[in-house]
Structures are given as C-alpha cells and as structure tokens.
C-alpha cells in the first residue's frame, strides 16, 4: 500500500498498488495461432499454440503448468530451436522472453533476403498510414512497392499485422520500388516467425 499525501491530509487514505504487468502483455496483440512445441529440461517436448508475438518474445497456450523463470526451447513450424524464458503464466497462458543474440554486424543489403509476397502499412512522416506491398525481407530491411515515392534517407515506419510498428530508414528509391533498413534489426527469432506468417 502507499499514501496519496502527507499525515495531516484528510485525504491520506492507502491506495492500492497497481499491479505491474510484463512488458510481453503491456500491449494488446492480435491472435496468430501457429501450432509449435516448447521443449522443456530433459527434453520433453510439450505441444503448444502460439498466440501472439512481439519484437522479444510471444504468448503462448500450454496444457502444461511453466514456472516463471524456467528456460525452455520454443519450435515452430520446422523454423529451428528458439531459445527462451518463461516470464509469466496464467491458466493455461504463458509468456516468453526470446533469449539474447550476440551483436553482430548488420546485414548487407541484399544479403540472406527471402522473398515474400504480402502486405505491410507505412507510413512517412506527416503522412496518413497506407498499405504497401512487400516482396522480400531479411532481419535487417525488406523491399516495398508504394504508392507515394519517400526520398532517400527519409526515416519511415513500417507495421506487421500483430507487431507495434518499427522505424525504417529509405535506402534507395527505383521507380516505386524502395529498399528499407530497419532502425533495429529483427530479433532471428522475430525473423522467423514472421517470415511464416507472411508466406
């Protein structure tokens, strides 16, 4: 409990504390459900539903009861082993935090793209949102065809169903054809999961 002021206040009545929430579950995120597994110590794999997903980590349905803070491996879609760690659980919900990846350089362009034919919103700075059409992506940038030619160097954002929106940076500009790197590269995690949705 806390007080809203000091002893002589007639007002000074306990206010509850508010509860503070993780930051996996601070924003609303629209379902994905992709079907994977969570391997647990020992190996044991448990079939799980992904159902959201952000820049660190996702939410998950488990039939099995997670412990906070215990390291786990996430699988889904054939896209490899993820390592992560269990931040909260409630009923049948959990939320995991994608392990750390070591700094590395960024990604030339053009290198380890992999094409996707789908569509993102942008939006230019002083500008209304407006769907664009990405053709292929990597951790680091992707590709748009636009509508309303940006410059080069013009700082965008860009927003995947699901994710908050990322700031983007116009690397080059052909026709109405952009090449965009993003201001923080894509966990790899992030990447993958990602890259399913949008294929």
């Known amino acids: 409990m806390r007080f809203r002021s000091g002893g002589n206040d007639p007002t000074n009545q306990p206010v509850p504390d508010q509860p503070v929430e993780h930051p996996l579950r ?85 290198a380890d793209r992999s094409a996707v034919t789908n569509e993102v919103t942008m939006r230019r700075l002083g500008h209304n949102n407006y769907k664009v059409r990405i053709f ?11 509508v309303e030619r940006p410059k080069a160097a013009e700082k965008v954002s860009i927003k995947f169903e699901g994710l908050e929106s990322i700031g983007a940076e116009v690397c080059w ?8 790197r993003f201001e923080r590269p894509l966990h790899p995690a992030v990447f993958d999961l990602l890259l399913a949705r949008l294929q």
């Not at 660190?56 to 992560?84: F, H, K, M, N, Y």
């Not at 750390?100 to 990604?107: G, L, T, Y």
């Not at 292929?136 to 636009?146: A, F, H, L, T, W």
Request: charge should be negative; hydrophobic fraction near 45%; charged fraction near 25%.
């Open 26 to 110: 601070r924003r609303a995120r629209r379902p994905v459900s992709l079907d994977g597994q969570v391997i647990r110590a020992g190996g044991i794999a448990v079939d799980i539903v992904l159902l959201d997903l952000n820049y660190d980590g996702c939410g998950i349905q488990t039939p099995v009861v997670l412990q906070p803070g215990e390291r786990v491996q996430l699988s889904v879609i054939g896209r490899g082993l993820i390592d992560a760690v269990v931040c909260w659980v409630k009923d049948d919900r959990a939320g995991l935090l994608f392990a750390a990846e070591p700094v590395s350089k960024e990604v030339p362009r053009g």
């Open 173 to 180: 500009v052909e026709e109405f054809i952009v090449g965009l």
């Open 136 to 146: 292929d992506m990597s951790p680091s940038g992707c590709k748009v065809e636009v």
